[in-house]
């Protein structure tokens, strides 16, 4: 069924009440309303001829002669329908003051616009379009209007998205596997017959940032054609953050997360991972309330490897090296070392002054260069270092110099471990002076005190015929034995420190024993 208008149609009736209208023909001259087609709707204005009776509405004509009373749009019964009186009434085909679109004196049009259906010319020197902003009716494809959202709104192929006009890009492309609105999207190559992109949800461990390129707006089966937003608003999913195991809230900057299973994470990655930002979380809601506004802000790159550098607590000075072992550039500061220090300023001037060695002197095979700051000392004599039995050069002018540990056939170095040995084969057990060492039955050394008497002792000791006794002190007899001249013994009396001897003529002499 469309809205249809003709010129010059125009009838009579004589229907009563406020029933549909029985068509009696065209007035001479005009044409019937049969020119409209039947199940077509028209504007109609109708009145009581020599009457006060009248009214302007959109009908609908069904062949061969009726006209419905569907829509008012004025009367003379306060915009009601009219109860028609008797009488022959003239009904014609209209045009309603209150449907007509035209220029007024500035070039404006004048009526603003709620459906144009059926244009196939160009419509011309229109200066401006007054859309109603109280408009809430959902967008079809291929429709244009108020959305409600602070613009106007583009009703896109699908039936599934309305653009809001300069809020809003989208990406048209084919997936090729299933997607679900709110996912991050990344490209994969490109459909040659249908000369769009082709997509997918973000896998993790991407090594290639660049290759995101939105949120996906709707839900798009494998192989079918649909939109990803690349900037905008985006609406009507979960941003809760529990589908990343997270919890968001309004505000929320959301990244790439290249460590999980690639979909979006409020923590911010660490290098050498990619650090690509792609969203503000603009509503945390769950189900369908969610919004987000979407910006893909890729990781910088640097010497050709993306997002491969981490920068922490920067501060004036500081140097970019390279961590072979992590694999990514960091901010490093110089330390001093010996003989050298380092300042830096907030500016990033660093200076590094020599403290300790400002001049050498050059010697037999050493030469010596001086510049600001700086002493260069170089070896131009020497060549080789031989080394002499046990010590051991492996040759040139940079030689390893060394020498073997000692063994029972090999001259070197007495190691720990031997030493330990060797120390520990005697624990001198002597504390005072005079003191005696002697082996103790199982051969350990022991210690024997030395004489602290007036007395003369000496040191004797007794056996078994098969086994010794420890040695002790011992003091002479009282008695001495001691043959005379005529060969018989004599007891003689020993004092302390005397020792009685015979002399010639038969008496005895006392000898003192020092």
């Known amino acids: 069924m469309a809205l249809v208008l003709k010129d010059r149609v125009k009838e009579t009736t004589t229907t009563t009440g406020t029933?549909?209208?029985?068509?009696?023909?065209?007035?001479?001259?005009?044409?019937?309303?049969?020119?409209?087609?039947?199940?077509?709707?028209?504007?109609?204005?109708?009145?009581?001829?020599?009457?006060?009776?009248?009214?302007?509405?959109i009908g609908t004509y069904t062949s061969p002669s009726t006209l419905s009373r569907d829509t008012i749009l004025a009367s003379s019964a306060s915009g009601a329908k009219v109860t028609f009186s008797v009488g022959q009434k003239t009904i014609w085909c209209d045009y309603p003051a209150g449907k007509a679109v035209y220029l007024d004196a500035?070039?404006?049009?004048?009526?603003?616009?709620?459906?144009?259906?059926?244009?196939?010319?160009?419509?011309?020197?229109?200066?401006?379009?007054?859309?109603?902003?109280?408009?809430?009716?959902?967008?079809?494809?291929?429709?244009?209007?108020?959305?409600?959202?602070?613009?106007?709104?583009?009703?896109?192929?699908?039936?599934?998205?309305?653009?809001?006009?300069?809020?809003?890009?989208?990406?048209?492309?084919?997936?090729?596997?299933?997607?679900?609105?709110?996912?991050?999207?990344?490209?994969?190559?490109?459909?040659?017959?249908?000369?769009?992109?082709?997509?997918?949800?973000?896998?993790?461990?991407?090594?290639?940032?660049?290759?995101?390129?939105?949120?996906?707006?709707?839900?798009?089966?494998?192989?079918?054609?649909?939109?990803?937003?690349?900037?905008?608003?985006?609406?009507?999913?979960?941003?809760?953050?529990?589908?990343?195991?997270?919890?968001?809230?309004?505000?929320?900057?959301?990244?790439?997360?290249?460590?999980?299973?690639?979909?979006?994470?409020?923590t911010k990655p660490s290098a050498p991972n990619s650090k690509t930002e792609v969203a503000v979380v603009t509503n945390a809601g769950s189900g369908g309330s969610g919004s987000v506004v979407v910006e893909i802000i890729h990781g910088t790159q640097l010497g050709g490897t993306d997002s491969n550098v981490q920068i922490t607590s920067v501060t004036g000075g500081q140097l970019l090296s390279y961590d072979q072992t992590n694999s990514y550039w960091k901010n490093t500061s110089l330390t001093a070392g010996t003989a050298i220090s380092v300042s830096s300023a907030t500016g990033g001037t660093i200076t590094v002054n020599n403290t300790g060695v400002t001049s050498a002197v050059a010697g037999t095979g050493i030469s010596v260069s001086g510049a600001t700051g700086a002493v260069t000392i170089t070896n131009t004599g020497v060549t080789s270092v031989t080394g002499t039995a046990p010590v051991v050069s492996s040759g040139g002018t940079t030689p390893a110099i060394s020498m073997l540990a000692a063994t029972s056939s090999v001259n070197g170095y007495l190691t720990s471990t031997d030493w330990t040995t060797f120390n520990g084969k005697l624990t001198n057990p002597m504390n005072t002076l005079g003191d005696v060492i002697y082996g103790a039955s199982s051969g350990t050394a022991t210690r024997l005190a030395g004489n602290t008497t007036t007395n003369k002792y000496f040191l004797s000791q007794t056996g078994t015929g098969s086994a010794s006794a420890a040695p002790s002190w011992s003091t002479l007899p009282t008695v001495l034995p001691v043959l005379n001249r005529s060969g018989t013994t004599v007891s003689v009396s020993v004092g302390n420190g005397v020792l009685p001897v015979l002399n010639r003529a038969g008496g005895t002499v006392n000898v003192a024993i020092n």
């Open 106 to 266: 500035s070039g404006s049009i004048s009526q603003p616009i709620v459906n144009i259906s059926g244009i196939t010319g160009a419509i011309s020197t229109v200066d401006t379009i007054a859309f109603d902003t109280a408009y809430a009716t959902t967008l079809t494809t291929g429709q244009i209007g108020w959305n409600g959202n602070n613009t106007l709104g583009l009703g896109m192929s699908g039936g599934n998205i309305v653009q809001e006009i300069g809020l809003q890009t989208y990406i048209y492309g084919k997936a090729t596997a299933t997607i679900t609105i709110g996912q991050l999207i990344k490209k994969t190559g490109a459909n040659g017959s249908s000369g769009v992109i082709t997509f997918a949800p973000t896998t993790a461990n991407m090594t290639n940032s660049t290759d995101i390129i939105g949120i996906a707006a709707e839900n798009i089966a494998n192989n079918a054609f649909g939109y990803i937003m690349s900037t905008g608003n985006l609406r009507g999913f979960n941003t809760t953050g529990s589908g990343s195991g997270e919890t968001w809230a309004d505000g929320d900057t959301l990244y790439y997360n290249p460590t999980g299973n690639g979909l979006m994470t409020k």
């Open 19 to 57: 029933g549909s209208f029985s068509l009696a023909g065209a007035v001479t001259g005009y044409d019937s309303f049969g020119q409209i087609g039947s199940g077509n709707t028209t504007y109609y204005a109708v009145y009581l001829d020599g009457g006060s009776e009248w009214e302007v509405g």
